[in-house]
């Protein structure tokens, strides 16, 4: 057997449907492996690790819910399609429940089949590429909390990797909550200087008054309640990095003495004459747009371009949508171990509405969104669409125009409708019977009026 392809079983007597059935599949680069009855497929999930599973509701020996619940213990990705007559409709939507991807009612379509396997595949390989990619990542680089592989953020890393080792002041530009903190860390962890300190300063947080103390350190009588001496952070950060988030905030006076900083490796505390030497890399990190804080006269053209000798662009999470799979994988692994969670995964349905919301927040409102789900998750179940906040329960995206013309029959604009829904959805059933306001019964009994599969 060819191990890098899917395994698929097939639990259905012999038929002609079932022979064609097998066949089709065979010739979609899959391996196919037929048993007749439940006990043969007992014995098939035994020895064999199966990918997905298309069994017969009413299977001889064994039925197929049982067989649906061996299937997912042996391998609890597993996609399963059920196959049931028209008077089968209430156990197959339990099937659904129980873990089931779709089910359907013969004569199959096959294409539509096919669509379904390769979906849940896909997902499966996912997971796989995310454990995969986080080890990779962690051995080589370092960025076991930078999950992506968009072509932007795979650029972040290049840059990273390529920068870490040197002793270049790096500027850091992009959206809050794009994960420029962490690229700094990245940055330290791959340099000569990761057993040295790495020391964040956030600008935005300090009032004026405060923040060249911060920097630089005081002595003893500085100023008013400066009782003793006290160590600024380059000071700390001495052989190690000082990373100046929010550096955009930083007051006038103080860009001064920072420029010289960088300049002559060399600063004075805040009250102080003796010149202190420092061995400090600079990581900067701003989410404004320093280039026209020059142009306003709001920021130094000199440290403007001191501190930006490399400039690394943070991607928003919506011009990176495709990686929002692999965080939200990352994510709920890290809340498990943290909260003692069991979430398995998100559901397709979920996984849309993730994909289609602009995440102004970026990176950490999804961390954030994701961490307050599985808080509330309970048990070993997949975070489905109730989990969602509300403000993600009301995302929807423009719908295709149907083509309704004067008359048309009230079931041809039904079926066009159904049919436009189920697209919208990516076959998602359950979905699209909630988004026409249906029961799930309902809507397949429809799908077999109109032969939608």
């Known amino acids: 057997m060819d191990k890098d392809r899917p395994t698929i079983l097939v639990v259905d007597r012999e038929s002609d449907a079932t022979t064609a059935l097998i066949g089709f599949l065979r010739g979609n680069d899959v391996e196919v492996v037929w048993v007749r009855d439940g006990e043969g497929a007992f014995n098939a999930l035994d020895r064999t690790r199966v990918d997905c599973l298309v069994t017969e509701l009413r299977v001889q020996r064994i039925d197929g819910m049982g067989l649906l619940r061996r299937a997912r213990e042996k391998n609890p990705g597993v ?135 911060e920097l630089f350190g005081h002595e003893r009588g500085a100023f008013t309640g400066a009782s003793g001496l006290r160590r600024g952070r380059f000071e700390l950060a001495d052989g190690g990095t000082l990373f100046l988030d929010e550096i955009g905030e930083m007051p006038a006076a103080v860009q001064v003495k920072l420029l010289r900083a960088i300049q002559d490796r060399s600063f004075e505390r805040v009250g102080g004459t003796e010149t202190i030497k420092t061995d400090v890399r600079l990581v900067t990190a701003t989410n404004r747009d320093l280039a026209a804080e020059v142009a306003a006269g709001r920021f ?124 919208h959805t990516g076959n998602d059933k359950p979905r699209a019977a909630a988004m026409l306001g249906m029961g799930l019964r309902t809507l397949y009994r429809k799908l077999c009026r109109y032969s939608l599969g």
């Open 79 to 213: 996609c399963a399609v059920v196959i049931a007559g028209t008077a089968d409709i209430d156990q197959a939507v339990e099937a659904m429940r129980q873990g089931a991807a779709d089910f359907q009612v013969k004569p199959l379509n096959h294409e539509k089949l096919l669509a379904v396997l390769r979906h849940g595949l896909e997902h499966q390989a996912l997971a796989a590429r995310v454990a995969e990619m986080e080890s990779q990542l962690d051995e080589r680089f370092g960025f076991e909390r930078l999950a992506g592989r968009s072509r932007a953020i795979v650029r972040v890393m290049e840059q990273v990797r390529h920068i870490a080792s040197t002793r270049a002041t790096v500027l850091i530009e992009g959206e809050t909550g794009t994960g420029k903190g962490l690229v700094a860390q990245a940055i330290h962890q791959n340099s000569p200087r990761k057993g040295e300190r790495f020391v964040w300063v956030n600008c935005g947080a300090l009032v004026e008054g405060v923040i060249e103390s």
């Open 300 to 423: 130094r053209e000199d440290l403007f371009y001191r501190l930006g000798v490399v400039r690394i662009q943070m991607p928003p999470l919506r011009e990176r949508s495709e990686d929002i799979p692999l965080l939200v994988e990352a994510f709920i692994r890290e809340f498990n171990g943290e909260h003692g969670r069991r979430v398995t995964g998100i559901t397709r349905g979920v996984l849309d509405r993730l994909m289609r919301y602009p995440w102004p927040g970026n990176v950490r409102e999804l961390r954030n969104t994701v961490e307050g789900m599985a808080v509330f998750a309970e048990g070993r179940r997949a975070l489905d669409l109730s989990d969602l906040p509300d403000a993600l329960r009301e995302v929807e995206s423009a719908g295709e125009k149907l083509e309704l013309r004067v008359g048309m029959t009230v079931n041809e604009a039904e079926r066009q409708l159904i049919a436009a829904t189920l697209r």
